[in-house]
């Protein structure tokens, strides 16, 4: 690998969504403007979460190395006035489940990796991790009534803004997400 200077490194190593995230927010606050922070992670979805974070906030993503199992993410820290976009438009768990009962027309666009969406989702739901979102959302109805679920509300934060800017209109962001989803599930692990 070539030698990078960096500023700080983070180890988020072992660590899944959100915590990489959380622990590179609380990280960069630490840097000046244009200081380089190093982020070594083995969670496969870090990449995309990390170069949406940065383009919502204003840090710039330089690149990932991949070094054996880890993977080393670049992160310029952008100017000091950093505001982080979020989506305008939320529902919560209970709100939804009303929602699934009234059996309405909706989209459920689950954006977890495929391994999450295997062992636990909401039955009827489609499966887009956040990472292929890009190349398949012309498979999606921009006209369709839909409720983006992650497992924390963190990742389908970003997929409803991407989602909002690319024309969908009625994008919701489901919070707080899976890890307290006390509707039905359904997992395809036999």
């Known amino acids: 690998m070539t030698n990078i200077q960096t500023d700080k490194v983070l180890d ?4 899944a969504c959100p915590m990489p995230i959380v622990k590179t927010k609380k990280t960069i606050n630490e840097l000046e403007p ?3 922070l190093e982020i070594e992670a083995t969670d496969k979805g870090s990449t995309a979460d990390l170069k949406a974070w940065c383009e919502n906030t204003g840090h ?3 690149g990932t190395v991949h070094k ?10 952008g100017g000091e006035e950093i505001k982080e976009i979020q989506h305008p438009h939320l529902i919560d768990n209970e709100d939804l489940a009303k929602k699934l009962g009234s059996n309405e027309q909706i989209i459920i666009l689950d954006v ?5 969406f295997a062992f ?11 990472g292929e979102l890009d190349q398949r959302m ?13 497992r924390t509300g ?10 909002t800017q690319s024309g969908f209109e009625k994008v919701f962001n489901v919070v707080p997400g899976m890890t307290e989803w006390k509707g039905q599930t359904k997992s395809l692990i036999t």
Not at 68 to 77: A, D, E, L, Q, Y
Request: charged residues 20%; hydrophobic residues 40%; positive net charge.
């Open 154 to 163: 963190n990742r389908s934060d970003l997929a409803a803004q991407k989602l």
């Open 138 to 150: 012309s498979n999606l109805n921009k006209g369709a009534e839909m409720f983006v679920i992650c």
């Open 60 to 62: 710039q993503y330089i």
């Open 68 to 77: 054996g199992n880890v993977i080393h993410h670049f992160v310029r820290k």
């Open 12 to 15: 988020a190593k072992g660590l």
């Open 120 to 130: 636990n989702h909401i039955p009827g739901a489609i499966s887009i991790p956040f």
């Open 112 to 116: 977890r990796e495929p391994s999450e």
């Open 34 to 36: 244009g200081q380089v």
